[in-house]
């Protein structure tokens, strides 16, 4: 008989989560506010200096933005996750740095909120320490870039409860999702007003 047990987990608006997960399972990542762009990271428990990477993903996929069906691969060229599931209309960024205490100061918002440090407390929580941080996948990130290489920013175009699931592919890995605290730009809604997100790990 399967096992189809969920754990669901809240992502705090602002803040950093790791989540643990083992070979098999699948992360249900949710947009329960509609416009919330979540900065997703992930590595190997076994050595976390062996993390996902978004140019190896996109070079193992021919595409710049995978989709259902495409493998995220890490920094080694080995698989980690199968996209499995994607009911938004698939506009995520892979070309992006995340947000950090340097973006903010530029902006004129010194000691703001950011991704960068929620991926690093995050990790220290779970006694990690890494001194570089991967280029992370934006999820639900909408930044169309033009044919001659131009980039804009726009708001998200997912809907509330739009998902993402990740089946993985490694024995153990630690994904960590940042619900972006960008509040300065309508990079995360209109609104400019950062939101949580859930997930769900379900065994199958
Ligand atoms: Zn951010």
């Avoid at 200096?49 to 996109?58: A, D, I, K, P």
């Avoid at 996750?81 to 530029?106: K, N, Q, W």
């Avoid at 779970?126 to 726009?154: C, H, K, L, Q």
């Avoid at 708001?155 to 998902?163: E, F, M, N, Q």
């Amino acid at each position: 008989m399967k096992d189809m047990s969920e754990i669901v987990i809240d992502l705090p608006a602002r803040r950093g989560t790791a989540i643990a997960l083992r070979e098999g399972q699948t992360i249900r990542i949710v947009n329960i506010h509609g416009s919330q762009v979540l900065d997703c990271w992930a590595f190997n428990r076994d050595d976390p200096f062996c993390c996902m990477s978004m140019e190896h993903t996109r070079s193992y996929n021919s595409r710049i933005v995978p989709r259902v069906g495409d493998i995220l691969v890490d920094n080694r060229y080995k698989p980690m996750f199968e996209i499995v599931a994607d009911t938004s209309p698939g506009v995520h960024d892979t070309l992006m740095c995340s947000c950090s205490a340097g973006i903010y100061e530029r902006m004129g918002h010194p000691g703001h909120d950011n991704c960068e440090d929620n991926l690093h407390r995050a990790l220290a929580e779970v006694e990690i320490s890494i001194g570089f941080t991967p280029s992370p996948f934006n999820i639900f990130m909408n930044y169309p870039f033009s044919a001659d290489g131009e980039i804009t920013r726009e708001p998200p175009v997912s809907k509330p409860g739009d998902h993402v699931d990740w089946k993985c592919l490694i024995s153990e890995a630690l994904v960590i999702i940042s619900c972006c605290p960008q509040d300065l730009t309508p990079i995360n809604g209109i609104s400019m007003a950062p939101q949580g997100a859930r997930c769900f790990i379900i065994n199958q």
